[in-house]
């Protein structure tokens, strides 16, 4: 079974799959609603998909690693590092020969 989540209903990805669920806003969800609806509905896998998506699920990793989810990302520090393009440019570049 696949499920599927997104904010906007008209997602056209929603025809797609088993089981749709229209989430909130990242921003404004508490991580124990999305691990409750997991756990309701035995999703173990979350692949995050948008850039704010991967940073958000990387920092609630271990709560949901806790809880027998497993999500597709990094660690927050790597995430954090490599969306972070200057920084990452900046610690990254071979010095000059």
Do not use: Q
Not at 7 to 30: A, H, P, Q, S
Not at 63 to 69: A, F, Q, S, Y
Not at 80 to 96: I, Q, R, T, V, W
């Amino acid at each position: 079974m696949t499920d599927y989540s997104d904010l906007n209903d008209n997602v056209i990805g929603r025809y797609f799959v088993d089981v749709f669920w229209k989430m909130e806003r990242l921003e404004t969800i508490n991580i124990d609603k999305i691990v409750n609806y997991c756990l309701e509905n035995k999703i173990k896998y979350i692949i995050p998909t948008r850039d704010e998506d991967v940073i958000f699920f990387s920092k609630h990793y271990h709560k949901l690693m806790e809880n027998g989810i497993f999500s597709f990302v990094s660690s927050y520090d790597s995430v954090a590092f490599c969306f972070d393009k200057l920084n990452f440019y900046e610690k990254s570049k071979f010095p000059e020969v």
